[in-house]
């Protein structure tokens, strides 16, 4: 489908140590002859071998010595992708997934499991070899990695070296793993995806672009609770949401009430709670345990589009390939479940079709197209900006709010998106592309190209 040039690769038990064999055809393609002296990778795993030519016909490409294949931590007989660059040869790429360890046998990642899984067997099909593991098993020393591959429906554990590529999927904004990140970037590893922003740090690098001005919600760090009163005399109504956090966690909707009251509402697994307080003091009494000392954003309230008392948002999916240029894999409504003030589908949210739903709000043909593009160039130039503020970027999920209006809102941008949303609008083959992208864009970071 793509046209990368694969290999097959296998051990030769008598074949003379350092020494790498290539079949006639694959020697002639990639301009190698015997005698030449190669530097030979394999993720991070790097040695000099001499090249020797076999003339014996046969459907294996490369041959290596089984010291050598334990050396390089290679899984043979398989098919690999292949890069030759002066005198470097290049297996794979290799691609780890970093990603949270769960005790469950047949799910050692837990949600993400299946997800993973999807990676390495669709990896397999493009010639990227990909493994899972968690930040917590890497031996920097020795540059080697205790992980997970999974093949005949089953996971395997393994030693595997350093990968080409790291696709971050691990939860949260631990110190420890930024400094794992750091070392693993010193011994050469690129990363999919730089480091978890958060929400006030995103609004400000994306309030600087004038382009993206009107589309941004009126936002502020609270430093104290006069600038939550001031905003919600404002507005009417915010949302008081954690600069660190996702899937909805710790939101809380702020309304002020006509006799200078106020009414709240919040979520915790899936609980609504809502109170009231008389003022800003009693309010933030009632607040302190949920908010904590945390920090926080107080942001005005879009009058989003409703199913009757079912919010609704969108999640744009954004994603590079192996041509390291950006494109919209696709996008989905998400509509909370009801009395929510949120959309999360872990928090019982349901995934509708944007089309259906823009068609349902909007009857207007040129109103909805003009919607779509507003949504199509938020996403893409919002993506941009972080990009151009924090290094590169392989994919994100952008969050997109629709007035009752017809306008166009960005509400938050997700470096770790989930794919649900689209089994859940029956498009199947978005969400394998959504698999299938991120190891393509692997390959371009990598230099397979």
Not at 94 to 116: N, R
Request: contains cysteine; aromatic residues 10%.
């Amino acid at each position: 489908m793509y046209g990368f040039t694969m290999v097959n690769v296998a051990a030769n038990p008598k074949g003379k140590e350092k020494i790498i064999q290539f079949d006639k055809k694959t020697a002639e393609k990639l301009k190698l002859k015997s005698g030449d002296e190669v530097l030979f990778c394999f993720g991070q795993q790097k040695s000099s071998l001499i090249v020797e030519i076999r003339n014996t016909k046969s459907n294996i490409n490369i041959f290596l010595t089984n010291k050598d294949i334990k050396y390089f931590k290679l899984i043979v007989p398989k098919k690999y992708g292949i890069n030759v660059k002066g005198n470097q040869i290049k297996l794979g790429p290799v691609v780890g997934v970093m990603a949270d360890l769960f005790k469950q046998k047949a799910k050692p990642f837990g949600p993400q499991s299946f997800f993973i899984k999807q990676m390495i067997t669709n990896g397999d099909n493009i010639g990227v070899f990909c493994f899972a593991f968690c930040p917590y098993n890497i031996n920097l020393d020795k540059k080697i990695i205790r992980g997970y591959t999974y093949k005949n429906n089953k996971w395997f554990k393994s030693t595997f070296p350093l990968p080409d590529v790291i696709f971050p999927r691990e939860r949260g904004y631990s110190h420890t793993n930024l400094k794992v990140r750091s070392k693993l970037e010193q011994l050469g590893c690129y990363f999919l995806n730089p480091p978890l922003i958060g929400k006030w740090e995103t609004y400000q690098i994306l309030s600087k672009n004038p382009m993206l001005l009107k589309y941004l919600p009126e936002t502020e760090l609270i430093n104290n609770f006069n600038q939550i009163n001031k905003m919600v005399k404002k507005h009417g109504a915010v949302y008081i949401k954690p600069v660190k956090g996702s899937q909805g966690r710790n939101i809380i909707r702020l309304r002020k009430k006509r006799n200078s009251s106020y009414e709240y509402k919040y979520e915790i697994n899936n609980h609504t709670t809502t109170g009231s307080a008389i003022d800003i003091h009693h309010l933030r009494r009632q607040l302190s345990s949920i908010m904590g000392n945390k920090r926080f954003i107080v942001q005005k309230e879009i009058d989003l589009l409703r199913n009757r008392d079912h919010i609704i948002d969108l999640r744009i999916f954004v994603q590079k390939d192996h041509t390291g240029k950006w494109s919209i894999t696709g996008k989905a409504c998400r509509v909370g479940r009801l009395g929510s003030i949120t959309s999360n589908i872990s928090s019982g949210g349901k995934g509708y079709k944007v089309e259906s739903m823009l068609m349902r709000h909007f009857p207007d043909k040129e109103l909805r197209e003009k919607i779509l593009h507003d949504i199509n160039y938020v996403s893409i130039e919002s993506v941009k900006s972080l990009e151009r503020a924090i290094g590169k970027i392989g994919e994100m999920g952008v969050d997109i709010g629709v007035d009752k209006k017809g306008k166009v809102w960005f509400i938050e941008a997700n470096m770790r998106p989930a794919r649900h949303v689209f089994n859940l609008i029956g498009e199947t083959d978005t969400r394998l592309q959504s698999v299938i992208k991120p190891l393509l864009y692997s390959r371009y970071l990598a230099g397979f190209r």
